[in-house]
Structure formats: C-alpha cells, structure tokens
C-alpha cells in the first residue's frame, strides 16, 4: 500500500468518525433541550473547545467519541496500520483531553463527559441508552459535582494494546 492510499483511507476514516460524533452530540443535545436546559455550543473560546456550555450551571459538557479520545473501552484500539504514529496520536488527544479538564476546573467550571460507548452498547436500545444518559446527565446539572464520566471506566483499566480489541476496519464494517 503507499502511502498516497494510506492518507486518502485514514482521511475518510477521520470524516466518518467526525460527522458520526457529531450526530450523537446532536442527540444529547435534543433531549437536554427537552428538559429545558439551554447551552451555547463549541465554545471556542474555553480550553478543549467545549462542545456544550452551560454558564447558568456553571458547566461544560463534552461528547467524546471513543477512538478519538482513546476511552480505553470496547471502541477504542489502535488501527492495524501505522501503529505508532496511531498510538502517539491518540495518546497526545488523551493529554489535551485531560489538561483541558484542569484547567477548565480551575476556571470553576464543572465537568461533565458523556462517552459514545454509554449509547453504543451491545444488546442495548440505543434511544433509550441516550434517554437514561440525559436524565443523568440532569441529575449532574442540578447536582454540585464537580466532574462526572457517563459511563465511567474502572480506574484499573488499562488502555487497549495494539493488536488488541477490535481493529479499525472490523469497527468501520
Ligand atoms: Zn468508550
């Protein structure tokens, strides 16, 4: 394969990824409207370009597609070509993933990140997975928390290997 093809694979690969997250931040969206909460969106101006502010609850929300910000569960591993430029990549979106998180709370805002694999679950209906991520979701809102994961990943959980896990291509079928 040269490496003309490997760019045109990855970039269609990347798009897809991309407007696929965009849908499902789409759909939390909705059901939080619903509930009455009101945002503004991608918030360029605050670290990690939030995807939903909500100032009146003193609260950020991101939507985090799980290849992309290496969630270390189900939907996450390491595509089968190039793997170390991969694993840096993804790695490097980890670290500013989560000095976006500081320095957001050090600003004084809450956080909260709902992850793609909370909806995109095995044997599980997928608009009522994102209806009971929405009441939590809520629950966080009119809560004093400071940072909540839906759905939160044990802490001794480790990252998935290369060659472990679902490939890429498996998961794009
Ligand atoms: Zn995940």
């Given at each position: 394969?040269?490496?003309?093809?490997?760019?045109?694979?990855?970039?269609?690969?990347?798009?897809?990824?991309?407007?696929?997250?965009?849908?499902?931040?789409?759909?939390?969206?909705?059901?939080?409207?619903?509930?009455?909460?009101?945002?503004?969106?991608?918030?360029?101006?605050?670290?990690?370009?939030?995807?939903?502010?909500?100032?009146?609850?003193?609260?950020?929300?991101?939507?985090?597609?799980?290849?992309?910000?290496?969630?270390?569960c189900h939907l996450s591993s390491?595509?089968?070509?190039?793997?170390?430029?991969?694993?840096?990549?993804?790695?490097?979106?980890?670290?500013?993933?989560?000095?976006?998180?500081?320095?957001?709370?050090?600003?004084?805002?809450?956080?909260?990140?709902?992850?793609?694999?909370?909806?995109?679950?095995?044997?599980?209906?997928?608009?009522?997975?994102?209806?009971?991520?929405?009441?939590?979701?809520?629950?966080?809102?009119?809560?004093?928390?400071?940072?909540?994961?839906?759905?939160?990943?044990?802490?001794?959980?480790?990252?998935?290997?290369?060659?472990?896990?679902?490939?890429?291509?498996?998961?794009?079928?």
């Open positions: 394969m040269t490496d003309t093809v490997d760019r045109q694979t990855r970039s269609k690969m990347m798009s897809a990824v991309r407007a696929k997250n965009t849908k499902l931040e789409i759909e939390i969206r909705r059901r939080l409207f619903a509930q009455g909460f009101r945002y503004r969106l991608h918030a360029r101006d605050l670290p990690g370009t939030p995807d939903m502010v909500l100032p009146k609850y003193a609260t950020i929300i991101f939507v985090h597609g799980c290849f992309w910000h290496y969630h270390g390491i595509p089968g070509t190039r793997r170390s430029w991969w694993k840096k990549k993804l790695e490097d979106n980890v670290k500013r993933d989560s000095e976006a998180v500081s320095e957001l709370q050090n600003l004084g805002w809450r956080v909260l990140i709902i992850w793609e694999c909370g909806f995109r679950k095995p044997k599980t209906n997928r608009a009522e997975a994102l209806d009971i991520i929405a009441v939590r979701a809520a629950g966080f809102l009119k809560s004093k928390r400071r940072l909540l994961e839906i759905p939160r990943l044990s802490r001794s959980r480790k990252r998935l290997e290369p060659g472990k896990g679902r490939s890429y291509d498996e998961k794009n079928k």
